[in-house]
């Protein structure tokens, strides 16, 4: 194919951004094409921060994490004259199709792109889990697997003290590493933002689970509940008696060498993107998993669906912790 393509990654990072960066970019040169990564984000892209890549650029970072094309929020690509100069520094360069790897907002930003010419293919990218137009996104499965661990050291200390403990996990609007985390820890409680927090069922887990002879009660929080960490604290041991600390993972569930499910997952879109480029037939697409597929579905079409929490899952994990 004799076609230009750009690729960036925009938004939060996430483990897999350089595993589908790596595809995205041996595809493309298998195909013929050109291919440019473009750093930082909306940011980079406005400011002509363009640079040619070649099979060899991105040799050995499929194990890494993060993105080595860097990553960024950018205020100016939400106003439309940032978007005007973003097409234009695309045009002048001749890229006509561009593989972004993001979260919901990305490829929102993405959808607008398109809107002015550009062949936009969006890949989903970022820990949280929170696109509902497909089942994975790259990054989740590491970010809980480093989460259960992170869980895991916790509740030995937790054991040994015979205490209860908070554990905070990412998760502003969506509550799916909270759900998978807590869940495969054995967590007692799980909270999640899709659900109202029960303070009094938290406080009966803990003194049902103290009378079963429990050593400890974990309570894994997704970020995004609205019950502050120390008021739950605090009430939990008026109610109970049972000292209860807090734990913040935050940020060390971002990094990491990404899992094989992520890699997959990347590697996977990144090339059927790739793909859908050359083919031509279908312009605008969001690529990801449905029913263990790989698909892609009219960026507008996947934008609009609504994500929701799998409440058999959240059921499943409450009766399993009794
Ligand atoms: P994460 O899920 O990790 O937060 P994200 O892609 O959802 O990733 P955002 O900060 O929401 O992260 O979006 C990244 C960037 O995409 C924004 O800084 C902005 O430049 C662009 N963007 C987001 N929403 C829009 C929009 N509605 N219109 C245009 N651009 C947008």
């Not at 951004?17 to 298998?30: E, K, L």
């Not at 820890?185 to 429990?214: F, H, M, W, Y």
């Not at 929701?308 to 009766?319: H, P, Q, S, Y």
Request: proline share 2%.
């Amino acid at each position: 194919m004799k076609k230009k393509i750009g690729i960036l990654t925009s938004g939060g990072d996430a483990p897999g951004m350089n595993a589908a960066i790596r595809a995205a970019v041996r595809t493309g040169i298998f195909m013929g094409a050109e291919v440019y990564g473009i750093k930082s984000g909306y940011e980079g892209l406005i400011d002509g921060n363009i640079e040619p890549m070649t099979a060899s650029s991105v040799s050995d970072i499929l194990h890494r994490g993060g993105t080595i094309l860097r990553t960024a929020r950018s205020e100016r690509f939400m106003t439309s004259e940032g978007r005007q100069k973003a097409a234009e520094v695309l045009r002048e360069r001749g890229i006509e199709d561009l593989v972004i790897i993001g979260g919901d907002g990305s490829l929102n930003g993405g959808m607008k792109l398109s809107e002015l010419g550009i062949n936009v293919m969006g890949i989903p990218g970022t820990i949280d889990n929170d696109m509902a137009y497909t089942e994975r996104t790259i990054g989740f499965d590491t970010a809980v697997n480093t989460a259960l661990s992170a869980i895991s050291n916790v509740r030995d200390t937790s054991s040994s003290h015979e205490r209860t403990t908070i554990i905070e996990v990412m998760g502003r609007n969506c509550g799916d590493i909270a759900v998978w985390a807590g869940t495969t820890s054995g967590a007692e409680s799980i909270l999640i933002p899709e659900v109202p927090v029960d303070i009094e069922n938290v406080c009966r887990k803990v003194t049902q689970g103290r009378k079963r002879g429990k050593l400890h009660n974990i309570i894994v929080k997704a970020e995004g509940v609205r019950l502050d960490s120390g008021v739950l604290a605090k009430h939990i041991m008026e109610r109970t008696g049972m000292e209860t600390k807090i734990v913040v993972l935050g940020h060390v569930q971002r990094g990491g060498s990404p899992t094989a499910v992520d890699r997959m997952l990347a590697s996977s879109t990144a090339f059927k993107a790739v793909e859908l480029i050359a083919d031509g037939s279908e312009r605008n697409q969001a690529v990801g998993m449905v029913k263990g597929e790989i698909v892609s579905i009219p960026l507008e079409k996947a934008l609009k669906a609504k994500k929701t929490m799998d409440m058999r899952c959240v059921k499943m994990a409450e009766i399993l912790s009794i």
